[in-house]
């Protein structure tokens, strides 16, 4: 075991409890959930549609505020963090959603780059040099210069992933990535985010459905009605 383990985990999550709306239409969606992940780890969520999975990953992304427990990105506490303090906590994190939300009217580089504009520290020639180089490493280097349209269903997923790791985030959320995708695309793509977050250390919590790719998972929890229900360590859970 490791010692100082609090600095090991790149997400710490206490007794965190979560609802939506106000009086009478509040509606309690997570109740109770812990959950720690280390830094490095690849962590599959599963769950029923409505399980509150999508919740838990934009509380974790900081995509919105914490309202009851604890819940610790690289040590910060997002529970009744401010506006500013979310935002400085996002800067950590990658993000790629079922839909691949690309800019339309942006190639794939450009798409790309803009996972480094938020960002405001490079300049133009290394923005355009780390956005080729990561999308050649997701198979894409003949297609910089594509336009959404004229990419594929996985081609554009492949751009959405080098957007999100592009800036070498500590943390890549994923929200059902191969949802939209045949079954070799969708395996292609997560085999891609296990490749860059394994040579990067990012940790990746990423919520599926797809039972084809629980194996590029350290682990698997699963979500039942706004609970955590077990921890499985994969390979018990491959079977
Ligand atoms: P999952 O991703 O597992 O399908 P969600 O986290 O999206 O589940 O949703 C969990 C529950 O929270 C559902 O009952 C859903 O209707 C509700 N919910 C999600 N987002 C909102 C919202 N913005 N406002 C009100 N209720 C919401
Ligand atoms: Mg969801």
């Given at each position: 075991m490791p010692k100082n383990i609090d600095t090991d985990l790149a997400?710490?999550?206490?007794?965190?409890?979560?609802?939506?709306?106000?009086?009478?239409?509040?509606?309690?969606?997570?109740?109770?959930?812990?959950?720690?992940?280390?830094?490095?780890?690849?962590?599959?969520?599963?769950?029923?549609?409505?399980s509150g999975k999508t919740t838990v990953l934009t509380l974790v992304g900081g995509l919105r505020s914490a309202q009851s427990g604890?819940?610790?990105?690289?040590?910060?506490?997002?529970?009744?963090?401010?506006?500013?303090?979310?935002?400085?906590?996002?800067?950590?994190?990658?993000y790629i959603f079922q839909a691949h939300n690309l800019h339309r009217s942006l190639t794939a580089?450009?798409?790309?780059?803009?996972?480094?504009?938020?960002?405001?520290?490079y300049s133009r020639s290394e923005m355009i040099r780390r956005s080729a180089e990561i999308l050649e490493e997701v198979g894409?280097?003949?297609?910089?210069?594509?336009?959404?349209?004229?990419?594929?269903?996985?081609?554009k997923q492949r751009v959405a992933i080098a957007r999100a790791l592009v800036s070498e985030p500590d943390i890549v959320l994923a929200d059902e990535p191969t949802a939209a995708l045949d079954k070799k695309s969708g395996r292609d793509v997560v085999n891609i985010m296990q490749k860059?977050?394994?040579?990067?250390?990012?940790?990746?919590?990423?919520?599926?459905?797809?039972?084809?790719?629980?194996?590029?998972?350290?682990?698997?929890?699963?979500?039942?009605d706004g609970r955590l229900a077990n921890n499985i360590l994969n390979g018990s859970a491959a079977a």
């Open positions: 997400i710490s999550i206490h007794n965190l409890d979560h609802s939506f709306g106000q009086g009478q239409l509040r509606k309690q969606v997570l109740f109770d959930i812990n959950l720690e992940i280390s830094k490095g780890e690849i962590v599959i969520m599963t769950g029923p549609s409505g604890s819940l610790k990105i690289l040590g910060q506490e997002l529970c009744g963090a401010t506006k500013e303090q979310l935002v400085q906590a996002r800067r950590h994190n990658g580089i450009q798409n790309v780059q803009m996972g480094l504009e938020v960002h405001g520290f894409l280097g003949e297609h910089l210069n594509y336009y959404p349209k004229n990419l594929s269903g996985g081609q860059l977050a394994k040579e990067r250390g990012c940790t990746i919590l990423m919520v599926t459905h797809d039972n084809r790719i629980l194996d590029v998972a350290d682990r698997i929890v699963h979500m039942e």
